[in-house]
């Protein structure tokens, strides 16, 4: 993200997806960095989870820049963004849920896995 390389974002992204979805054995997604996020009245959009659909695998879109000044988004943003998105996957592919609600068990999934990837990261956060 500093060096605001785009595909080199993209391939990262991919990679840490990619390593989430092995573990757990459940279906791959794509993951698409685009550059800047899209808004409407409610705010900016960070990531979209698109499920498989009709045989096409499933995606996650994250935007790297911010909408209003452009500015290359944080990595914690980043990277807890792409860990939101995986949960829903995780949510259809893993648990088989029907529908994936943003309820206290799916944040507490996205940090459990925000822990165990990024330590460091969640320690300058919570100050210790």
Same mark, same amino acid.
């Given at each position: 993200?500093? $060096?605001?390389?785009? /595909?080199?974002?993209?391939?990262?992204?991919q990679?840490? &997806?990619?390593?989430?979805?092995?573990?757990? /054995?459940?279906?791959? @997604?794509r993951?698409?960095?685009?550059a800047?996020?899209? *808004?409407?009245?409610r705010?900016?959009?960070?990531?979209?989870?698109?499920?498989?659909?009709e045989g096409?695998?499933?995606?996650?879109?994250?935007?790297?820049?911010? &909408?209003?000044?452009?500015?290359v988004? &944080?990595y914690?943003?980043? @990277?807890? !963004?792409?860990?939101?998105?995986i949960? =829903?996957?995780?949510?259809?592919?893993?648990?088989?849920?029907?529908? !994936?609600? =943003?309820t206290?068990?799916?944040?507490?999934?996205e940090?459990?896995? @925000?822990?165990?990837?990024?330590? $460091?990261a969640?320690? *300058?956060?919570e100050? *210790?």
């Amino acid at each position: 993200l500093k $060096a605001e390389d785009r /595909n080199g974002a993209q391939r990262l992204a991919q990679q840490i &997806a990619d390593g989430i979805v092995e573990q757990m /054995n459940v279906p791959a @997604l794509r993951i698409q960095v685009l550059a800047v996020r899209p *808004t409407d009245d409610r705010g900016e959009l960070h990531g979209l989870y698109l499920p498989e659909d009709e045989g096409e695998t499933a995606r996650i879109q994250l935007w790297m820049r911010t &909408a209003r000044f452009k500015r290359v988004v &944080a990595y914690k943003s980043f @990277l807890r !963004t792409l860990l939101h998105e995986i949960c =829903h996957h995780l949510d259809y592919e893993f648990y088989k849920f029907p529908e !994936t609600f =943003h309820t206290e068990g799916f944040y507490r999934r996205e940090s459990s896995l @925000l822990h165990q990837l990024a330590p $460091a990261a969640v320690k *300058t956060r919570e100050g *210790t």
